[in-house]
């Protein structure tokens, strides 16, 4: 029989990637808490009971999720330069688009920009996504590509939410894309494994 702690984890864990896939699927806009109970199977005085004040206190829960899991990640495949880390997320994305990270991170992003209250709980774990999944520190020399595959990355991200969006179409222009640049020596190992970490994760 689970320990009440472990019912509660269990019921915090559910309503974080209720969460998740509700952003995935609908975005920010049309979030809400009645949504986030009806996916996560729990009533609404038990996502207060978790977090009192509701998205403010369940979203820096999701980001910090999310940034975590995939530094995670990134942690197992050992020393990466922010070169390589941007090709393994865009590599990911024209693997796994209905499952990127990016999707809803930049939504909870754009939201907090508008929202004092949301910036307050998650502007530090954005703060520190640049480090944690980049590997972008400060005083880092720039690096052009670098930073023009991360616009790349953020835009694929966004364009779900286009009225013209189009599965097929997104992958074949990332195909493209990716077809135009070298890939970083030992890229395919690297990308084999990290590939097969997402596929455990969703077992």
């Known amino acids: 029989m689970a320990t009440q702690i472990e019912r509660s984890s269990a019921t915090q864990a559910r309503?974080?990637?209720a969460t998740i896939s509700l952003l995935d699927e609908l975005g920010y806009a049309r979030l809400s808490e009645t949504r986030i109970c009806?996916?996560?199977?729990?009533?609404?005085?038990a996502l207060r009971h978790h977090f009192p004040s509701g998205r403010y206190d369940l979203l820096p829960v999701v980001v910090e999720k999310l940034v975590s899991s995939e530094a995670a990640r990134f942690a197992a495949?050992?020393?990466l330069t922010p070169l390589e880390r941007v090709h393994l997320m865009l590599h990911s994305t024209l693997a796994y688009p209905d499952h990127s990270t990016s999707v809803a991170l930049l939504q909870i992003w754009m939201a907090a920009r508008g929202d004092a209250k949301l910036f307050d709980g998650v502007g530090p774990i954005f703060d520190s996504a640049l480090p944690r999944l980049f590997g972008l520190e400060p005083g880092v020399p720039h690096d052009p590509q670098t930073?023009?595959?991360?616009?790349l990355l953020h835009g694929a991200a966004l364009h779900r939410f286009s009225a013209d969006y189009d599965v097929a179409k997104?992958?074949?222009a990332l195909r493209?894309?990716?077809?135009?640049?070298?890939?970083p020596a030992g890229f395919a190992e690297r990308f084999a494994s990290f590939t097969g970490q997402r596929a455990v994760e969703a077992v």
């Open 77 to 79: 495949l050992g020393q």
């Open 147 to 151: 930073l023009a595959l991360r616009f």
């Open 15 to 17: 309503l974080i990637d």
């Open 38 to 45: 009806e996916r996560a199977g729990v009533s609404r005085g």
């Open 170 to 172: 997104l992958r074949d």
């Open 176 to 183: 493209w894309m990716l077809g135009l640049l070298e890939q």
